[in-house]
């Protein structure tokens, strides 16, 4: 498969704008913390190491993936000096059908917020079918999808305040 040959957050071969004139929330979710607090960690280092300064970095926490639709819509409402929210969780398939009702409705869900509020709302969400998948993809051997949503803030946050 093509994705066993890559580090999913190999971004450094793309042109990433400075940070230091945008303010961003990130909302993680506590569902498999463990996993979240490296989305989180990732997202968290890869801001500031783009320029983002630490007093405009907001981090909220919500019990679960799929509160983070709610959270983005209240950080937008209540803060509209944000520039963007970055939303973290990792859903992992259980027994029954919750996993795919997750899923669909925080992909969905973000992109209505982020439509409303003409602002970027970055699906940091992991969406694995067990442990492991969720491992490699914070910090492990595809990466870290923390980074690549702090990234994809960034850029989006630049289109938003250029085009
Ligand atoms: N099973 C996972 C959940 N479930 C909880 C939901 O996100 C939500 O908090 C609950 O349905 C109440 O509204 N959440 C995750 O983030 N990851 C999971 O694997
Ligand atoms: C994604 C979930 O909600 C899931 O982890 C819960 O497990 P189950 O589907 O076995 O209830």
Known sequence: MATQLK?????????????????FAIAVAEWNAAITGSLYDGALKTLLSNGVLEENIISVPVPGSFELTGAAEILLSKRPELDGVICLGCVIQGE????????????????????????????????????????????????????????????????????
């Open 7 to 23: 580090n999913l957050s190999d971004f450094s071969h793309t042109t990433v704008p400075d940070g230091k004139n945008y303010k």
């Open 96 to 163: 029954t059908r919750h996993f795919d009702f997750i899923c669909q409705a925080v992909a969905s869900g973000l992109t209505d917020v982020s439509i409303k509020h003409s602002k970027p709302v970055i699906f940091g969400v992991l969406t694995t079918d067990d442990q492991q998948q969720a491992v490699d993809r914070s910090g492990g051997k595809h990466g870290n999808k923390g980074d690549e949503a702090a990234i994809t803030a960034i850029k989006m946050a630049h289109l938003n305040a250029t085009v």
